[in-house]
């Protein structure tokens, strides 16, 4: 389990998004209770709802807990006029959030899996109006001259593998969001970074898409402050020191490249590890300063290797650290094919080919 938490640094602007909301210092010590993940974002949209009258879930089937359960017992204690079902219809989810953020409230959405996002994204392509994410929520301010905005809008939804979930319930379509100026994409690794994370994207000026790792709701358990705290986007951090390598990676991914790093100190590798947990805007001068003490870098991905994020992070490594790289980058990613359901093995970055990986990249 991954439990180290980085220092606290004031958000940096970057990619000309609003910056207004003022981060508190993450939460004492005091007062924690271990929980899953499913749990801490349960706590966390408690915390939204009961903090600020204006803050509304909704999605398919969140009134009875979600199909994961994560909002559970909300709209018995906030009502179900601000804890609500909608109609299975992602695009009427996210055009209805617009909507309602532009009104001045949060909404806090809920697509059941990411996989389903793209109804809301493709909108064009099947009912020939706007793409409500792409071309309605990311320009919304733009357009206006900022005049107008749908910042309060956070869309939730679970990515990634599970284990048995085949070509529609294991997608990490992240870097589609990522492409887009005006919007952030932010991805918790654990408990503690779920829950303050997500308090950060609902009380951001801007709107989000925050994937959730659905294989850790239940695997993942932590020691979780019970108040109310926030923890800082577009700030990595390096959750293990390493002199040889330095490896980035971003969700459920982070525990198999933890695995990853250990098995490498026994051949006396010493790796470095980042979580970047936000995607969009990320924060290049973490992982610029690592790479140059390393001078290697690996990154790792569920998503199809080819257009992930982590060319983004190769390309840009390149361009900030060409003179002090001593190996090619490498990417340990999924690979170019649907997501598969009985070869869902072969398909995913796992602890050894990672390790294969850091290995020929240390001896290049």
């Known amino acids: ?76 204690q906030f009502g179900k006029k601000r804890v609500f079902n909608t109609p299975l219809c992602e695009q009427g989810i996210v055009g209805f959030g617009i909507g309602l953020a532009a009104m001045g409230n949060q909404a806090i959405a809920e697509i059941q899996f990411a996989d389903y996002i793209f109804p809301a994204f493709d909108q064009a392509i099947t009912d020939q109006f706007c793409f409500q994410i792409v071309n309605e929520a990311a320009k919304f301010r733009y357009r206006s001259g900022n005049q107008f905005n749908c910042g309060g809008l956070t869309i939730r939804t679970p990515y990634g593998a599970v284990g048995h979930g085949g070509h ?106 980042i979580d970047l947990k936000t995607l969009i805007p990320w924060d290049k001068e973490t992982v610029e300063a690592s790479v140059k003490k390393t001078g290697r870098l690996l990154v790792s991905h569920e998503a199809p290797i080819t257009g992930g994020f982590g060319a983004e992070i190769s390309a840009s490594i390149v361009e900030r650290c060409f003179s002090r790289l001593e190996a090619p980058v490498a990417r340990v990613c999924g690979l170019d094919t649907p997501f598969p359901l009985v070869f869902e093995p072969f398909y995913m970055p796992t602890k050894n080919k990672i390790l294969d990986a850091i290995k020929s990249t240390v001896n290049y």
Not at 30 to 46: D, P, R, T
Not at 242 to 270: N, R, Y
Request: proline fraction near 6%.
């Open 168 to 273: 529609y319930h294991s997608q990490s379509p992240e870097a589609f969001f990522c492409h887009v100026p005006g919007i952030k994409v932010v991805i918790p690794r654990s408990p503690r970074q779920a829950k303050g994370l997500l308090l950060s994207c609902i009380r951001d000026p801007n709107p989000i898409v925050f994937f959730e790792p659905k294989w850790l709701y239940r695997l993942a358990v932590e020691e979780v402050p019970e108040d109310d705290y926030m923890l800082p986007l577009s700030e990595a951090e390096v959750i293990r020191q390493g002199s040889d390598i330095t490896l980035v990676g971003w969700g459920a991914q982070l525990s198999t490249m933890e695995q990853a790093c250990l098995d490498a100190e026994k051949e006396g590798i010493s790796c470095e590890l």
């Open 1 to 76: 389990m991954l439990t180290k938490f980085g220092r606290w640094v004031s958000l940096v602007p970057k990619r000309g998004f609003s910056t207004s909301t003022s981060f508190q210092k993450g939460a004492s010590e005091e007062g924690v209770k271990s929980m899953n993940l499913c749990s801490a974002i349960n706590q966390a949209l408690h915390i939204a709802l009961d903090t600020d009258p204006r803050s509304y879930v909704f999605g398919e089937d969140v009134s009875f807990g979600g199909v994961f359960r994560c909002t559970n017992g909300l709209a018995d």
